[in-house]
């Protein structure tokens, strides 16, 4: 399973994303700090490191969390394609910020001021877009392993969990948080699924990343999504996928 043709065309937003993950998640691990970017109850309410909340957004605090979280930033890039690079840019803001708000809640109502009680990096946007993938994108080959019934779907679903767990308890709520997010931008909370930002957005993130690193040529005719099925599924496909997420 992909997500539509290879590279980042038509998606300068998710792009440019990942390549501020990567180098931010890269500059605090070689510095050793990446297992410190992790959020606590001190560090918001009695230290008041607010700079943490910018880059517990970003950065991650493994390499294996780098690995299964860039890969599903990438596969999710197919959302942005979908809906154009304005309105993810929406996608993103509202889940990153729903998600890092309720995460302070959580902190707030914890209150356990001896550890980094939630993990770093963009949990919220990573599991927020699981919402649409799970009601949006369609299964386009299923198959059997050992007697277990599997999907396409199923490898996106696999390097979810192996992130959701990946520091237990730490990456876990985040996670749901973000999971949360998504809900609620799926329920058009406020109209939010309407919103879009300004053309300019798009283009500034263009500029922003690198020019040739994972550009494509336009998919052939005969490619969508999901795979390569038949032209009419695959329009029948992104079409839902569009009305679905833009409603």
């Known amino acids: 399973m992909n997500g539509g043709p290879s590279g980042f065309h038509n998606a300068p937003v998710t792009k440019a994303f990942v390549i501020t993950s990567a180098l931010f998640t890269v ?75 309720l995460e302070v809640i959580l902190l707030s109502l914890l209150k356990d001021t001896t550890a980094n009680l939630l993990t770093s990096g963009p949990y919220g946007l ?27 779907k199923s490898f996106i679903y696999l390097a979810g969990v192996q992130l959701l767990l990946s520091s237990w308890k730490r990456s ?20 939010i699924r309407k919103a ?9 993130f263009s500029r922003l990343s690198l020019p040739s690193f994972g550009n494509s040529p336009p998919p052939a005719p005969s490619r969508n999504i999901v795979g390569t099925i038949s032209p009419n599924t695959g329009r029948r496909a992104e079409a839902s ?4 997420f833009s409603q």
Do not use: H
């Open 27 to 101: 500059f605090f691990g070689i510095r050793g700090r990446s297992s410190k970017l992790g959020l606590s109850y001190q560090d918001i309410f009695e230290k008041f490191r607010i700079w943490k909340l910018i880059m517990s957004t970003f950065a991650f605090s493994s390499t294996p969390e780098l690995m299964f979280g860039l890969y599903l930033l990438y596969y999710f890039r197919v959302f942005e394609r979908q809906i154009g690079s304005n309105k993810y840019s929406a996608f993103i803001f509202f889940s990153g910020t729903v998600s890092l708000l």
């Open 172 to 191: 876990i709520f985040p996670g749901i948080c973000g999971i949360i997010a998504g809900s609620l931008y799926r329920l058009n909370i406020l109209g």
């Open 126 to 152: 990573i599991f927020a877009s699981f919402i649409p993938f799970y009601l949006d994108i369609p299964v386009s080959t299923r198959f059997r392993v050992f007697g277990v019934n599997f999907s396409d």
């Open 196 to 204: 879009k930002f300004p053309e300019f957005v798009a283009s500034f």
């Open 241 to 244: 996928l569009f009305l679905s």
